[in-house]
């Protein structure tokens, strides 16, 4: 009797500890599945290049001098802020843990067509590669499901790194003609030449007069007329025309660039134009020939060669009535050069 009081209470402090044992993991599981936290450690200084791997392409974009490069393609820029976007979604971003089970990755849209991120230093040591699922709660939303290569792991992750891929082949990259990267001011003088029938010389600007602020109302910024120069003198522009224009220029963006050295033929007639920044900044811009895939442009700054559209290059040299006539609504340079959300 003795030895069954004793099996009987074993038992039941097995029973007791078995409980409080399932009770404390519950417990921690619920803790896990709650706790925000960071896909990895990954500091965004430690980052020099960034590969992607999407539908069958790959693409690779490179840190150099603190400016983001695409090497594959002419070595074109990068769009800072779609690489900020990947960065800080993967390095910055809490997630929450949602799943370990391999069975549920294809309701979190894992598998082996996924989108997968590689950041990795600027000696190629991988740093961090994650696998991207489908959005949580659809594709538009801001955040996602991923998954670190090597992890069964399945987090939400609180961003939606491939908004920041848009639909170009290859992505993220930095079309404008004048890259944002470039450390430019506010254009203050536009240059022309190369072509004698051209009538204007040049565009620039002149701080108006600082008139005595209204009592009672807030100190204005500085405003500014702009001045076209022609052969037989000056006339002043009308101020949401010219502005139309100069923020097409610093917009424009280019359809394709080029191989630099099997372009020479296309600048063997040259127009220029030597656009000017508040700090004395030049960028030559040099407009040569067209051929079916467009007019052909050269950035001296960068050494690019690219092409535009017939439709934006007829705008590059405005007409007077575009500068002195108010334009019409959408002007045709918004038309010829959307404006773009990302």
């Not at 101020?239 to 100069?246: E, F």
Request: net charge negative.
């Amino acid at each position: 009797m003795t030895r069954l009081l004793i099996a009987l209470t074993a038992l039941l402090a097995l029973l007791v500890l078995g409980e409080s044992t399932l009770r404390n993991n519950q417990r921690l599981s619920r803790e896990m599945q709650s706790e925000l936290r960071l896909l990895a450690p990954v500091p965004i200084a430690d980052i020099a290049q960034i590969e992607i791997r999407a539908a069958g392409r790959a693409w690779r974009y490179v840190l150099q001098d603190s400016i983001w490069y695409f090497p594959a393609y002419h070595r074109a820029f990068a769009l800072d802020r779609r690489i900020e976007h990947v960065l800080k979604s993967l390095t910055q971003t809490p997630a929450t843990f949602v799943s370990a089970e391999p069975g549920d990755l294809p309701h979190y849209g894992l598998g082996p067509n996924s989108v997968r991120f590689a950041l990795l230093d600027a000696n190629g040591r991988l740093l961090l590669e994650v696998l991207q699922g489908r959005g949580a709660p659809d594709i538009r939303s801001s955040e996602s499901y991923v998954q670190r290569v090597g992890a069964d792991t399945v987090f939400h992750l609180h961003a939606h790194p491939v908004h920041a891929l848009e639909a170009n082949d290859p992505p993220m990259l930095d079309r404008r003609i004048l890259p944002q990267a470039l450390p430019r001011k506010a254009l203050q003088r536009i240059t022309f030449s190369g072509d004698p029938a051209y009538p204007l010389k040049s565009l620039h600007r002149e701080l108006k007069e600082i008139e005595a602020p209204t009592p009672g109302m807030p100190p204005q910024g500085p405003t500014y007329h702009w001045i076209a120069t022609y052969p037989d003198g000056e006339r002043v522009c009308l101020a949401p025309s010219i502005y139309a224009y100069t923020d097409f220029i610093k917009r424009l963006t280019w359809t394709a660039l080029h191989n630099s050295s099997q372009t020479d033929a296309f600048f063997e007639q040259t127009r220029y134009l030597y656009l000017e920044d508040e700090e004395g900044n030049i960028d030559t811009l040099a407009v040569g020939g067209a051929d079916d895939q467009g007019q052909y442009l050269r950035l001296h700054t960068t050494g690019h060669v690219l092409t535009v559209t017939p439709e934006k290059s007829t705008l590059i040299f405005p007409a007077t009535a575009a500068l002195m006539d108010t334009l019409p609504q959408p002007t045709p340079y918004k038309q010829a050069e959307p404006f773009s959300p990302f």
